[in-house]
């Protein structure tokens, strides 16, 4: 049952929570599967193009700049969560539904796989549409200079700073989400996801998906230096590093503390 609005679930009845809903998630059929994953990129890239005009001329300085960014950012998650769809790195948590046994690891790479070509669909489509509706243009350009600046800087970062900063922000978005299940009203979930979202976005962290629109948002605008092989080589490493983060330092822990039994692994099969 639902907590009380005023009220949260306790942790081992959260990381229950969560592992059923990552059997649901792994259950679901192709077609939602795909078209929530479409939902899921647009609705990051629309978190990521608030973000860009939110930070564009910003005379607060380096932190508080960075803060406000990150509040921006945080409509993604927030329409992710609260209005439904399915985000690659959120789908983490159904590591912790394969640990108990209720997801083979078949189910899992087969969601994280629809789901992550979704969400680049979805982040890539948005992108076409924002630069398509001239939104760069506002700012007298500005805009435009702010989004070539941000991809710029990600296609420079070596892989390993790359794959390290997707491990420290998938921990954040999925203690984001974590927190959003804990959650018994819409309020509640949203003010779970912003803290955790700022924390990610103002500490310089890595999120692939978000990566998917504002890379090619930058190619479209013609950036110079911001090449495909360069976005295809920062794409691999922040996504293994998102994985790292969200499900393996963060999903297995919880599992491991909350749902383990005795004796038991992630690997072990039933009756084993």
Not at 101 to 121: D, F, H, K, P, S
Not at 149 to 158: E, G, M, P, S, Y
Request: hydrophobic content about 55%.
């Amino acid at each position: 049952m639902a907590p009380h609005p005023l009220d949260a679930y306790p942790p081992d009845q959260l990381a229950a929570l969560v592992a059923q809903v990552g059997v649901r998630k792994a259950g679901l059929l192709l077609l939602q599967t795909a078209t929530l994953g479409v939902l899921a990129g647009a609705f990051i890239a629309l978190g990521a193009a608030f973000y860009t005009i939110t930070v564009t001329g910003s005379g607060l300085g380096f932190g508080p700049t960075r803060f406000v960014g990150g509040l921006a950012f945080s409509l993604g998650l927030i329409l992710v969560i609260v209005g439904g769809a399915e985000l690659f790195t959120g789908n983490s948590l159904i590591v912790m539904a394969w640990a108990e046994q209720r997801a083979t690891m078949g189910q899992l790479l087969r969601n994280w796989a629809i789901v992550y070509v979704a969400n680049l669909a979805g982040a890539v489509g948005t992108a076409l549409l924002v630069h398509a509706a001239g939104v760069l243009d506002l700012g007298d350009g500005a805009t435009a200079e702010t989004a070539v600046a941000i991809a710029q800087a990600k296609v420079a970062l070596d892989p390993a700073t790359a794959f390290f900063r997707g491990v420290l922000c998938n921990v954040l978005v999925y203690l984001a989400i974590w927190l959003s299940f804990a959650a018994g009203s819409a309020a509640g979930k949203i003010l779970a996801i912003v803290i955790p979202i700022i924390a990610f976005v103002a500490l310089g962290f890595e999120h692939s998906v978000a990566n998917m629109y504002l890379v090619p948002l930058a190619m479209l605008a013609g950036a110079e230096g911001v090449m495909l092989d360069g976005f295809v080589i920062n794409l691999i490493s922040v996504t293994l590093g998102n994985i790292v983060g969200g499900g393996l330092l963060v999903g297995l822990v919880y599992w491991a503390v909350y749902l383990r039994h005795p004796d038991q692994s992630p690997t072990t099969a039933d009756g084993d």
